[in-house]
Nanobody
Framework: QVQLVESGGGLVQAGGSLRLSCAAS????????MGWFRQAPGKEREYVAA????????YYTNSVKGRFTISRDNAKNTVYLQMNSLKPEDTAVYFC????????????????WGQGTQVTVSS
């Protein structure tokens, strides 16, 4: 089992940037593909991005392509989400997730979850 802790959320103006981190512990981090999801109030949890175990493959939902970058440092047991050109519609709680399978985009498919970090983008 792996434990995940997100950090880096906060309040930022539209057009600004934030970098989220997700630190993993418990099992060998490089065994897991990682994903980022978000959930806005009253909405379903939404897929944002994913990265393969080695970091060689990355995947994004269309609404964040060109603005967000997912990366990982297996030596530091951490996955990152660099968010640039933030928009008010990016406001949500952001969650990281882990699973043995690669390329997953559905929240139902991920086995392990962090507690989330709030991102608020003001207009």
């Amino acid at each position: 089992q792996v434990q995940l802790v997100e950090s880096g959320g906060g309040l930022v103006q539209a057009g600004g940037s934030l970098r989220l981190s997700c630190a993993a512990s418990g099992r060998t981090f490089s065994w897991y593909a990682m994903g980022w999801f978000r959930q806005a109030p009253g909405k379903e949890r939404e897929y944002v991005a994913a990265i393969s175990r080695s970091g060689s493959n990355t995947y994004y939902t269309n609404s964040v392509k060109g603005r967000f970058t997912i990366s990982r440092d297996n030596a530091k047991n951490t996955v990152y989400l660099q968010m640039n050109s933030l928009k008010p519609e990016d406001t949500a709680v952001y969650f990281c997730a882990a699973d043995f399978s690669d390329g997953l985009s559905s929240s139902n498919e991920y086995a392990y979850w962090g507690q989330g970090t709030q991102v608020t983008v003001s207009s």
